[in-house]
């Protein structure tokens, strides 16, 4: 009985249409998460309610049928994405309205869009990809990080007494330097010290060039390195999944021939 329903578990995990089903809910999940940002009429607000639990309950199903179709049941768990998916479901179950726990519930119910990204593979690689960034992110924000400290103080110290909004100490500083790393009126608060220090736009140049052009392609090139090495390892091991079937397949064919010969020997 059981080998019958993980049979019928594999077969609609792996059909392409009930994957684009899951999706879809997952669609229509966002499009309700919206709706109730809007004032409802009491008369739609219970089917809205309606609609909700509806969707936890597919996606509860959906996440049921993941497991009965893995082979393995203790590595269901190993992936992290498995772990996610489940977490989001289960706390889903959380009532919404007259509870302790009302606020987590309809948290959750808004980060259920996310499961897009455990549905579709190529979305899938670029958070990996950018997980797996994290590390050697974390180095060329710490670079980052100190030419902002070393421009905050020099910018305290000469322009303070120009304007001490922008200037005052090293913290309001360094907001007014990612201010014009992001060229949100730069150059208004460049011409304002120009009028004091007229070189100061070589203060301004430089820093726009260390952040805006130089540390964010680094950012840029590390992340798409990683991402690069995650579709290789993408391909490679979906070439040795596939691999696996073909020899599974083989033994299975060669293990019925063994026996029809076998039978004619007999």
């Keep these: 009985m059981f080998s019958k329903l993980q049979k019928f578990s594999e077969q609609l995990n792996s059909n392409r249409l009930f994957e684009t089903f899951v999706i879809a809910v997952i669609i229509f999940s966002a499009l309700v998460v919206g709706m109730k940002t809007y004032d409802i009429p009491s008369s739609l607000f219970g089917i809205v309610e309606i609609l909700d639990w509806a969707i936890t309950i597919i996606f509860l199903f959906e996440i049921i049928i993941r497991f009965i179709a893995e082979p ?20 889903s179950l959380i009532p919404a309205e007259s509870t302790d726990m009302a606020f987590l519930g309809r948290l959750i119910r808004i980060f259920r869009v996310l499961r897009m990204v455990s549905m579709i593979p190529e979305l899938r690689i670029l958070v990996n990809s950018l997980v797996k960034a994290l590390p050697q992110l974390g180095y060329v924000m710490l670079l980052m990080f100190i030419i902002f400290y070393i421009y905050a103080a020099m910018g305290s110290t000469f322009f303070r007494h120009i304007n001490s909004e922008l200037w005052g100490d090293i913290l309001i500083s360094m907001l007014t330097l990612f201010r014009v790393m992001t060229f949100e009126g730069w150059t208004e608060v460049m011409y304002e ?26 950012i840029i090139g590390v992340v798409v390195n990683v991402l690069e090495e995650e579709r290789e390892k993408n391909k490679a091991d979906k070439a040795k999944e596939e691999g696996s079937a073909t020899l ?19």
Excluded: C
């Design 72 to 91: 393995n049941k203790s590595q269901f768990f190993k992936n992290g994405w498995n772990i996610f998916d489940t977490l989001i479901v289960v706390i």
């Design 193 to 218: 010290t120009m009028q004091v220090y007229r070189l100061s736009w070589v203060y301004y140049l430089s820093f726009i060039f260390f952040t805006a052009f130089a540390f964010l392609n680094m």
């Design 248 to 266: 599974e397949s083989l033994s299975k064919q060669l293990i019925e021939i063994q026996k029809q010969l076998s039978e004619l020997k007999k």
